[in-house]
T-cell receptor, first 114, second 110 residues
Framework: DSGVTQTPKHLITATGQRVTLRCSPRSGDLSVYWYQQSLDQGLQFLIHYYNGEERAKGNILERFSAQQFPDLHSELNLSSLELGDSALYFC?????????????FGEGSRLTVL | GQQLNQSPQSMFIQEGEDVSMNCTSSSIFNTWLWYKQDPGEGPVLLIALYKAGELTSNGRLTAQFGTTRKDSFLNISASIPSDVGIYFCAGPYNNNDMRFGAGTRLTVKP
C-alpha cells in the first residue's frame, strides 16, 4: 500500500460527459502529480501541483483541468469526453517540491468512455 | 523537448535468465529512477540513482547511472515469474515534473 488513495477505481461513462477523479496523497506529501496511461502505453505526464499551486503542465488537454485543495487532496476533471480519453489515470505524490524525488503512485482510476 | 528512450520495448525470457534494459535521454539528468508496474497496479519504485557512475543494487536488481548522465541501465539476474511486468525509467524534467520512458514489458516463461 503506497498510501496514495484514488477514487473511483473504475468509471464507465459516455462520450460528451464530464467526470471527476479524486486523489488523496500520502500523509505529509505536498506534491501531487497526474499521469495518463492509455492501453499498452507509457505514463504521460499531465500536471503537477505543490501545496495548492500548479508547478508544471505536461500534455494536458484543454478539456482537462485539475486543482489541489487546502487539505492537499487533488481532483482531475475531464470534460467533453471522447473515446480516446479511455485510459488509466494515475495520481502520485511526493514530499519534494520539485520533480526530484520518489513518487508514490495510487492504484489508478480506470476510465472507460463508450 | 526532453525525451526518454527506453529499450527494448518488450522481452520474452526463460525463468533463470538475466535481463538487461536501458534508457537514454536527450539531455543530462541529475536523477534516474527505475519503477516496476505489475498488472492492474500503479508503478512502484525499485531503485533511485543520484550520482553519475553510481551502481546500486536491490536484491537481484542492479541499476547504473551512466557516466555521461544521459543514460541508465537496469539488470535483473536469475529472473523469476514474479518479475513479469512493465519496467519504467524516469527522470526529472525541468526540475518540476517526472517524465517516464515508454516502458519495457517483461514476460518470464517458467
Amino acid at each position: 500500500d503506497s498510501g496514495v488513495t484514488q477514487t473511483p477505481k473504475h468509471l464507465i461513462t459516455a462520450t460528451g460527459q464530464r467526470v471527476t477523479l479524486r486523489c488523496s496523497p500520502r500523509s505529509g506529501d505536498l506534491s501531487v502529480y497526474w499521469y495518463q496511461q492509455s492501453l499498452d502505453q507509457g505514463l504521460q505526464f499531465l500536471i503537477h501541483y505543490y501545496n495548492g499551486e500548479e508547478r508544471a503542465k505536461g500534455n494536458i488537454l484543454e478539456r482537462f483541468s485539475a486543482q489541489q485543495f487546502p487539505d492537499l487532496h487533488s481532483e482531475l476533471n475531464l470534460s467533453s469526453l471522447e473515446l480516446g480519453d479511455s485510459a488509466l489515470y494515475f495520481c502520485a505524490s511526493s514530499v519534494a517540491r520539485t520533480g526530484i524525488g520518489e513518487l508514490f503512485f495510487g492504484e489508478g482510476s480506470r476510465l472507460t468512455v463508450l | 523537448g526532453q525525451q526518454l528512450n527506453q529499450s527494448p520495448q518488450s522481452m520474452f525470457i526463460q525463468e533463470g535468465e538475466d535481463v538487461s534494459m536501458n534508457c537514454t535521454s536527450s539531455s543530462i539528468f541529475n536523477t534516474w529512477l527505475w519503477y516496476k508496474q505489475d498488472p492492474g497496479e500503479g508503478p512502484v519504485l525499485l531503485i533511485a540513482l543520484y550520482k553519475a557512475g553510481e551502481l546500486t543494487s536491490n536484491g537481484r536488481l542492479t541499476a547504473q547511472f551512466g557516466t555521461t548522465r544521459k543514460d541508465s541501465f537496469l539488470n535483473i539476474s536469475a529472473s523469476i515469474p514474479s518479475d513479469v511486468g512493465i519496467y519504467f525509467c524516469a527522470g526529472p524534467y525541468n526540475n518540476n515534473d517526472m517524465r517516464f520512458g515508454a516502458g519495457t514489458r517483461l514476460t518470464v516463461k517458467p
